[in-house]
């Protein structure tokens, strides 16, 4: 799974913000007259991030895993505010060595909820750009302040939540180390993101994502599987990538999973090393 405890990192990734902010912030302070005669984002439309970390395993050892999750959402616009609405399709982790398996499965991936977020069309000299703010989701876990609050540590915490309907709690998550260290893994979780995108085509948003996760573990069906995850900041900020491309309205999460790779080629165009 993803990110660990990015939270309580976040100081140590200032230089990594900085370098986002070269996307994020050069749209402060620009033309916000937009004309908006030429641009129409309504419609649906394949939203692929590819969130590449490095962990500590258990047994493993430092493992760069890289995540990709694929969502179909709706865009509609309204002069220069756009509200994205939609459902997660999948979710892969791909740890570059057959060594090391994470698999979502589909009950995890079926649970998960986006809510409705805002992002607002700017332009300057560069071009067009989509921006949207944080937005923060909290899985297995139901708090009282989703952004703030700590997350569970242990299965017994009342604010846990069996999300995905395994009767085990929080989220499950299955993880196979050396071929020999194989189970499920107990988790909560939250992510937090904004993004920053440019507008290359009229059905066409690439861009970079400044992405934060923070993940417990709950418990585990292997006993070494239940030791904590280090993560490591990642070294180059401008991983984090993402694609909108739009599709016709027919467009579904198996069509999704046939275009994955074409999409993942468009958010990284010069890999992901």
Not at 194 to 216: A, C, H, M, N
Request: charged share 25%; with cysteine.
């Amino acid at each position: 799974m993803r990110g660990h405890n990015r939270f309580e990192i976040v100081l140590c990734l200032t230089a990594g913000f900085l370098a986002l902010s070269s996307f994020s912030f050069p749209l402060v302070g620009s033309d916000p007259q937009i004309d908006i005669d030429r641009i129409d984002l309504d419609g649906v439309w394949a939203f692929v991030q590819s969130l590449p970390e490095i962990d500590v395993l258990p047994v493993a050892g430092e493992v760069k895993l890289t995540s990709t999750v694929g969502l179909i959402v709706s865009l509609t616009q309204e002069g220069t505010t756009v509200t994205i609405d939609g459902t997660y399709c999948l979710t892969k982790v791909d740890a570059g060595t057959p060594l090391v398996e994470v698999e979502i499965p589909e009950a995890f991936v079926d649970s998960l909820f986006l809510a409705a977020q805002t992002a607002s069309l700017m332009s300057s000299d560069e071009g067009i750009f989509l921006v949207q703010g944080w937005y923060t989701e909290v899985r297995g876990a139901s708090l009282e302040d989703p952004e703030n609050d700590p997350l569970p540590e242990s299965a017994d915490d009342p604010r846990i939540v069996d999300q995905d309907g395994d009767g085990k709690p929080g989220m499950t998550v299955n993880a196979a180390i050396l071929g020999i260290v194989e189970g499920e893994r107990y988790i909560a979780n939250r992510i937090r993101y904004r993004f920053t995108g440019e507008l290359i085509d009229p059905d066409t948003i690439v861009g970079r994502i400044e992405w934060y996760s923070e993940e417990t573990t709950l418990g585990a069906s292997n006993p070494i599987l239940a030791a904590a995850i280090t993560e490591l900041p990642y070294p180059d900020p401008d991983g984090y990538r993402f694609v909108l491309k739009r599709f016709d309205r027919s467009f579904t999460c198996a069509d999704l999973h046939d275009h994955l790779d074409e999409l993942v080629r468009l958010a990284c165009p010069d890999g992901n090393e």
